[in-house]
């Protein structure tokens, strides 16, 4: 049972490139997260899937998109990257409130 | 807008000494809330849950509590080990809300 994989676990983008982070989770959960995490911040929400088929805009979503592949896989897209877009990524998924959460993905673009 | 407010930002203990962190919340209507523990290049792992009608709750050294009143949580950390050096984050449910409300964290440094 590996719970919440996410890919890659580090990665270094010049500015305008693009990529997607990778996300899956094998615990049937309905609800997927992506978070960004920043120094002295906590966890800010970027968007989110409720269940399969949909997904909505968190706190932060401006620069990035989703998909929700399947039930498993939720994927999250950077088209042009940022400086700004420098952090620490988190994908989750949900049980009855409690959050599983993947290693974590740090992104640095320069 | 709910918020979730944590203190001290961080702190630095000894080995073997207690220690408490609090967290403060404005999320409404209320669920629940938990402690969550982030290690160093880790994703976030949840300690405890608070549910309105509970006061305290412990798992191992951690005895988390909850005055769902004043809106305020504690999470008190006995005896302290160098493994508890940690991030410990403060996130509140509301009901019928899918998205989860956030503390900034405490950062917890064990020294021997």
């Known amino acids: 049972n590996a719970g919440v994989t996410q890919t890659p676990k580090f990665q270094v983008l010049k500015t305008g490139q693009s990529m997607t982070l990778q996300c899956a989770q094998d615990?049937?959960?309905?609800?997927m997260y992506w978070y960004r995490q920043d120094p002295g911040m906590g966890l800010r929400l970027i968007y989110y899937?409720?269940?399969?088929?949909?997904?909505d805009k968190g706190e932060v979503p401006n620069g990035y998109n989703v998909s929700r592949l399947n039930k498993r896989e939720f994927s999250l897209r950077l088209e042009s990257a940022a400086p700004s877009q420098t952090s620490v990524y988190f994908c989750?998924?949900?049980?009855?409130?409690?959050?599983?959460f993947g290693q974590g993905t740090r992104l640095t673009v320069v | 807008k709910n918020q979730v407010e944590q203190s001290p930002q961080s702190l630095i203990i000894l080995e073997g000494k207690n220690c408490t962190l609090q967290?403060?919340?404005?999320?409404?209507?209320?669920?629940?809330l938990r402690w969550y523990k982030q290690d160093t290049g880790r994703g976030p792992v949840s300690l405890t849950i608070?549910?309105?009608?509970?006061n305290t709750k412990s798992n191992g050294r951690y005895t988390a509590t909850l005055d769902a009143d004043t809106k305020q949580s504690s999470l008190h950390i006995t005896a302290s080990q160098l493994s508890d050096s940690a991030s410990y984050i403060c996130?509140?449910?509301?009901?019928?809300?899918?998205?989860?409300?956030f503390g900034a964290g405490t950062t917890v440094t064990v020294r021997a």
């Open positions: 989750a998924s949900l049980e009855v409130s409690q959050a599983f």
């Open positions: 615990m049937n959960h309905n609800s």
């Open positions: 899937s409720a269940s399969e088929g949909t997904t």
């Open positions: 967290c403060n919340y404005t999320v409404s209507p209320f669920s629940n």
């Open positions: 608070m549910t309105f009608s509970e």
């Open positions: 996130v509140v449910s509301a009901i019928d809300d899918y998205k989860l409300s």
